[in-house]
């Protein structure tokens, strides 16, 4: 669990081609394996979250390839998986362990599911439940809320679920689930999520239907294998947007960054905050819009956020909230009780770490108020195992006055394996 100092800086230029976006890593991997045919994704996330799916898929008889970040799926469709020999190890991905739960819900196999300690204490009833309404038999701890759960094959039946939460995670979990079951499968969600598994299912031959904050799907749909270019993950992005921001002097350029809209929340927060971020060069490749970002210094102004953005930036939470530690004015994040069950609760450990290094952050029962400063002052924080807060870290420590020692900055691989690489070459 490796720890580093980051030096202060005052300008910071150049440009930086992000990573390739997780959510969609993890989910053409998924998809590619349940076609039929080869799938080849360029681009693919080399963090360990997605190399986790890539590992379950292998346990299951998917052959597939790895050459740098390409990777070929040689898919014979679902019927040729087979029943896995050991426990399938999502490792700290929930993305991983949710949607396996909806595409192995109908298998006529068992199976167990379990993750590192992070993701074993992270409920997952939101997705067991609506799939034991479809017919899966799911057994674990706490009645199937907490992993290692084990799964039996059934027969599903296609269900309407009503979620509680917008979550593109339980959504596309049931989806899923839904493409083995008879008759329709449909999604009413309080909140329109992230849309990745609807486009790329019908980028894969399948008849997705989505209307407003409703997706439905009909059973027995068929996939076949595509190439599937990833853009740049936006939410890795986000965090050269706001050092860009802040910084004294400089621009950045971030080109080819995915910018579909249910993932945008964070240019429209930090333009309400006076951000100065210019979108250029849209254009659309594999279903997923992309485009090249600019970012310039900016004073930055405390604003309020909430409602439908939440869902569009739940993952940009922690580096937002430095952002507005460090505008004029106060901050008011509401509606992200979501926050309390990621990787770690964010609320929580984002208020601590902040106040630590000098901020006035209050925590709230869904979301955080922050009291803008002129400055933070810097100190040690942690990530506890948090590849966002690692990053959000780090780049506290390249505003603030006296530096910051980062620990357990190794939790950054999980979705940008050499971020502090990239600093370096932005550093002026």
């Given at each position: 669990m490796r720890g580093v100092f980051i030096m202060p800086v005052t300008s910071v230029a150049g440009e930086i081609r992000v990573p390739g976006d997780k959510s969609i890593s993890h989910r053409a991997a998924l998809l590619g394996g349940m076609a039929h045919g080869e799938t080849y994704i360029s681009n693919f996330l080399l963090g360990q979250d997605c190399l986790s799916t890539l590992r379950c898929l292998k346990q299951l008889g998917v052959s597939w390839e790895r050459q740098g970040s390409e990777v070929r799926i040689c898919g014979q469709g679902m019927e040729a998986w087979r029943e896995p020999s050991d426990v399938?190890?999502?490792?700290?991905?929930?993305?991983?362990?949710?949607?396996?739960l909806g595409v192995l819900a109908g298998s006529p196999f068992s199976v167990t599911l379990t993750g590192d300690a992070s993701l074993r204490?992270?409920?997952?009833?939101?997705?067991?439940?609506?799939?034991?309404?479809?017919?899966?038999?799911?057994?674990?701890?706490?009645?199937?809320?907490?992993?290692p759960l084990t799964m039996n094959g059934g027969q599903l039946q296609g269900h309407t679920i009503r979620?509680?939460?917008?979550?593109?995670?339980?959504?596309?979990?049931?989806?899923?689930?839904?493409?083995?079951?008879?008759?329709?499968?449909?999604?009413?969600?309080?909140?329109?999520s992230r849309d990745h598994t609807e486009r790329m299912l019908r980028g894969f031959g399948v008849d997705v239907h989505s209307e407003g904050t409703e997706i439905w799907v009909q059973g027995g749909g068929h996939l076949t294998g595509q190439d599937v270019s990833v853009p740049g993950d936006i939410s890795s992005a986000a965090f050269f947007l706001v050092l860009g921001s802040l910084a004294g002097s400089g621009e950045m350029i971030l080109p080819d960054v995915g910018v579909n809209p249910t993932r945008t929340g964070i240019l429209d927060a930090l333009r309400a905050m006076g951000a100065d971020i210019e979108v250029t060069d849209v254009s659309e490749?594999?279903?997923e819009?992309?485009?090249?970002?600019?970012?310039?210094?900016?004073?930055?102004k405390g604003t309020e956020i909430g409602g439908d953005l939440i869902p569009r930036l739940i993952d940009e939470i922690p580096i937002l909230a430095l952002a507005a530690s460090?505008?004029?004015g106060e901050t008011v994040i509401r509606g992200a009780a979501e926050l309390r069950v990621k990787e770690?609760?964010?609320?929580?450990?984002?208020?601590?770490?902040?106040?630590?290094?000098?901020?006035?952050?209050?925590?709230?029962?869904?979301?955080?108020?922050?009291?803008?400063?002129?400055?933070?002052?810097?100190g040690l924080?942690?990530?506890?195992?948090?590849?966002?807060?690692?990053?959000a870290w780090a780049i506290a420590g390249l505003v603030s006055k006296e530096g910051v020692s980062v620990e357990n900055m190794d939790a950054a691989d999980v979705s940008y394996p050499d971020f502090l690489h990239v600093i370096k070459q932005v550093i002026q």
């Open positions: 399938l190890d999502a490792g700290n991905s929930g993305t991983t362990l949710r949607l396996m204490s992270r409920p997952m009833r939101r997705v067991t439940d609506p799939l034991k309404q479809m017919g899966a038999q799911i057994m674990g701890r706490q009645g199937g809320n907490l992993v979620t509680l939460v917008p979550s593109a995670q339980v959504k596309s979990a049931i989806i899923l689930a839904g493409l083995r079951a008879k008759g329709e499968t449909r999604v009413e969600e309080p909140a329109r490749v594999c279903g819009p992309r485009a090249t970002l600019r970012v310039r210094p900016a004073r930055l460090l505008a004029e770690t609760d964010r609320i929580r450990t984002v208020a601590n770490g902040l106040n630590t290094l000098g901020a006035k952050v209050e925590e709230l029962p869904d979301g955080l108020r922050i009291q803008g400063h002129s400055s933070l002052r810097g924080v942690s990530s506890h195992g948090d590849h966002r807060l690692a990053m």
